[in-house]
C-alpha cells in the first residue's frame, strides 16, 4: 500500500462465513436443500481477533475499522474483548511499524495485522496467533496489499482460504467474519486495482452462499 493511498474511512461491510468442519466454502451439493445452522457465540466474554493488512492495522491518525467496530459493540453491551500479538498502527512518517497515534485512543486497541502483509503471509502465521490468543471469532479484512501489488483475486482468495483453514487446526471451534475490501484512491491505477477488488468481493460473496 503505497503513502499516497487514501482508502475511505467507513465502517466495514462484514459477511459471516459458516462454520465448518470441512474446508474454505463447501459445494451446494454438499450443502443440502437447507442452509446450515450457524453456531451461536459461546457462554461468557467475548474474544474477537481482528486479522489482516495495513487496512485492519491502519496507519498514523486513523481510526481504523477496529475502532468503529468497537464502538459498536461496546454501544450494544456486548461483553467482549479484542486480541492480538500488537495495539500499534503503522507510521507513514517514520516508515515503521509502532505508531499510537490514533484518532480516538480510548478503545481496545489489539489486532493481529501488519502492514504490506500478504495473504501467504497471514496464512502463515494465523495458527501461531490463534493458538496464543484463542479468540472466538477471526475478523479477517486482508488482501488490499495484494491486490493494489497486483495480485490475481482468485489466488488473493485462496490465501484467505488457507488462513481460515490454518486457524481452524490451532482452533477447531473458531467462528470466522470475512470483510468486503473497500475500493482505494490515489494508487495511480485505481481502475485496474479497483476491479480486482471488484472481482474479489463478488467471489467473496458466492463463496460464503
Same mark, same amino acid.
Given at each position: 500500500?503505497?503513502?499516497?493511498?487514501?482508502?475511505?474511512?467507513?465502517?466495514?461491510?462484514?459477511?459471516?462465513?459458516?462454520?465448518?468442519?470441512?474446508?474454505?466454502?463447501?459445494?451446494?451439493?454438499?450443502?443440502?436443500?437447507?442452509?446450515?445452522?450457524?453456531?451461536?457465540?459461546?457462554?461468557?466474554?467475548?474474544?474477537?481477533?481482528?486479522?489482516?493488512?495495513?487496512?485492519?492495522?491502519?496507519?498514523?491518525?486513523?481510526?481504523?475499522?477496529?475502532?468503529?467496530?468497537?464502538?459498536?459493540? +461496546?454501544? %450494544? !453491551?456486548?461483553?467482549?474483548?479484542?486480541?492480538?500479538? =500488537?495495539?500499534?498502527? #503503522?507510521? @507513514?512518517?517514520?516508515? &515503521?511499524?509502532?505508531?499510537?497515534?490514533?484518532?480516538?485512543?480510548?478503545?481496545?486497541?489489539?489486532?493481529?495485522?501488519?502492514?504490506?502483509?500478504?495473504?501467504? +503471509?497471514? %496464512? !502463515?502465521?494465523?495458527?501461531?496467533?490463534?493458538?496464543? =490468543?484463542?479468540?472466538? #471469532?477471526? @475478523?479477517?479484512?486482508? &488482501?488490499?496489499?495484494?491486490?493494489?501489488?497486483?495480485?490475481?483475486?482468485?489466488?488473493?482468495?485462496?490465501?484467505?482460504?488457507?488462513?481460515?483453514?490454518?486457524?481452524?487446526? %490451532?482452533?477447531?471451534?473458531?467462528?470466522?467474519?470475512?470483510?468486503?475490501?473497500?475500493?482505494?484512491?490515489?494508487?495511480?491505477?485505481?481502475?485496474?486495482?479497483?476491479?480486482?477488488?471488484?472481482?474479489?468481493?463478488?467471489?467473496?460473496?458466492?463463496?460464503?452462499?
Amino acid at each position: 500500500m503505497g503513502s499516497e493511498m487514501c482508502i475511505r474511512d467507513r465502517a466495514v461491510t462484514l459477511l459471516i462465513i459458516q462454520q465448518a468442519t470441512g474446508g474454505f466454502g463447501e459445494g451446494e451439493e454438499e450443502a443440502g436443500d437447507q442452509p446450515e445452522a450457524v453456531p451461536g457465540p459461546p457462554e461468557g466474554e467475548l474474544r474477537v481477533m481482528p486479522v489482516g493488512d495495513g487496512l485492519t492495522q491502519g496507519s498514523s491518525g486513523d481510526h481504523t475499522w477496529r475502532y468503529h467496530l468497537w464502538s459498536h459493540l +461496546d454501544g %450494544a !453491551d456486548v461483553d467482549f474483548a479484542f486480541v492480538g500479538p =500488537h495495539d500499534d498502527m #503503522y507510521s @507513514l512518517e517514520e516508515d &515503521g511499524h509502532g505508531d499510537h497515534s490514533y484518532a480516538e485512543p480510548d478503545f481496545d486497541t489489539a489486532h493481529a495485522a501488519r502492514w504490506g502483509r500478504t495473504v501467504d +503471509d497471514i %496464512a !502463515d502465521g494465523i495458527a501461531e496467533e490463534a493458538a496464543e =490468543h484463542e479468540p472466538h #471469532y477471526l @475478523l479477517i479484512l486482508a &488482501g488490499s496489499d495484494d491486490l493494489v501489488s497486483g495480485g490475481d483475486p482468485d489466488l488473493v482468495l485462496e490465501g484467505i482460504g488457507e488462513t481460515v483453514s490454518t486457524a481452524r487446526v %490451532a482452533l477447531e471451534d473458531a467462528r470466522f467474519v470475512i470483510g468486503e475490501l473497500p475500493r482505494v484512491e490515489g494508487t495511480g491505477e485505481d481502475a485496474a486495482v479497483n476491479g480486482r477488488i471488484d472481482r474479489f468481493n463478488i467471489c467473496l460473496l458466492y463463496t460464503s452462499d
